[in-house]
């Protein structure tokens, strides 16, 4: 999978404290010793566990994090498009609030979290498993609760009445799949919300741009230490 930004700098570094982190039970601890308890600029309501340019999971090289059974760390980071959607849901709660709600690709679990807190019924979902325990860590910290599925749910109908997509329009072959499910499940009368800076592959039509913010993130992550992340409702189109 590729990154969303310029990538996370790995270079040069070969010393990890990483072990093998592949079985279930491993996956929190894991994720307890690679990140450190922090809030965003955007959205200081919520705590994450999120990577610090000073730990090893920043540094780990593609072989390194091969060997440790861990897949590119998305889930340690607030990306600026789920950063954009969570503050748009905290300051807009009628948005979601007693509605049945899919988070697709939920990382941290930041804007899942944004959602439950909004009074939203939420499944996170999540192919990768980190993203998965991490978003049951973060929502627990969050004292807020949630459902959540490593089932790739694209191609699949649900009863959401909501369905949350945060920065997955980075990669090619992925935006497709998702803007055609999309675009099924609002054909159906789901309301399909989308938090993106302007990531290549984001649909150029039949979206509705709902607010923009000033998203502060790093150099290490993206080509940029501010992204302007908009939010998205998807129109007829
Ligand atoms: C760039 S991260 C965004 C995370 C979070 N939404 C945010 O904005 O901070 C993209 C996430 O999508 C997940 N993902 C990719 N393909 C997926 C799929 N088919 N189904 C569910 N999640 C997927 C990745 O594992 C990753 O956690």
């Known amino acids: 999978m590729h990154r969303p930004g310029a990538g ?9 404290v ?30 994450l566990r999120l990577a610090s340019e ?3 999971i920043w540094r780990m090289n593609d072989e390194q994090r091969e060997a440790a ?20 849901i905290l300051d807009h709660p009628s ?9 697709m690709g939920a990382g941290s679990g930041l804007e899942a979290i944004a959602a439950a807190m909004a009074g939203a019924e939420v499944v996170a979902a999540d192919t990768d498993p980190f993203a998965i325990a991490a978003t049951e860590m973060n929502a627990a910290l969050n ?17 959401w009445d909501v369905v949350m997509v945060g920065d997955l329009f ?34 150029r039509a039949g979206l509705e741009k709902l607010t923009t913010y000033a998203v502060p993130t790093t150099t290490a992550l993206e080509d940029s230490d501010l ?6 409702r998807m129109v007829d189109g």
Do not use: C
Not at 8 to 16: F, I, K, P, Q
């Open 8 to 16: 996370v700098n790995t270079a040069g570094v070969n010393n990890t």
């Open 18 to 47: 990483v072990k093998d982190a592949s079985e279930n039970n491993d996956r929190a601890a894991f994720i307890a010793a690679n990140t450190e308890i922090q809030s965003t600029k955007l959205v200081p309501e919520i705590r």
């Open 54 to 56: 000073n730990m090893a």
């Open 69 to 88: 059974g861990v897949p590119l760390p998305f889930w340690a980071f607030a990306w600026a498009g789920g950063q954009a959607l969570a503050r748009y």
């Open 95 to 103: 948005t979601v609030a007693g509605r049945k709600l899919l988070d």
């Open 143 to 159: 004292g807020v609760g949630l459902s959540v599925t490593s089932d790739d749910l694209i191609g699949q109908t649900g009863n």
């Open 170 to 203: 980075f990669e090619q072959p992925l935006a497709e799949h998702l803007e055609a499910w999309l675009r099924g499940l609002h054909r159906r009368g789901g309301e399909i919300l989308i938090g993106d800076p302007q990531r290549t592959y984001l649909p």
């Open 227 to 232: 992204r302007n992340a908009s939010v998205w």
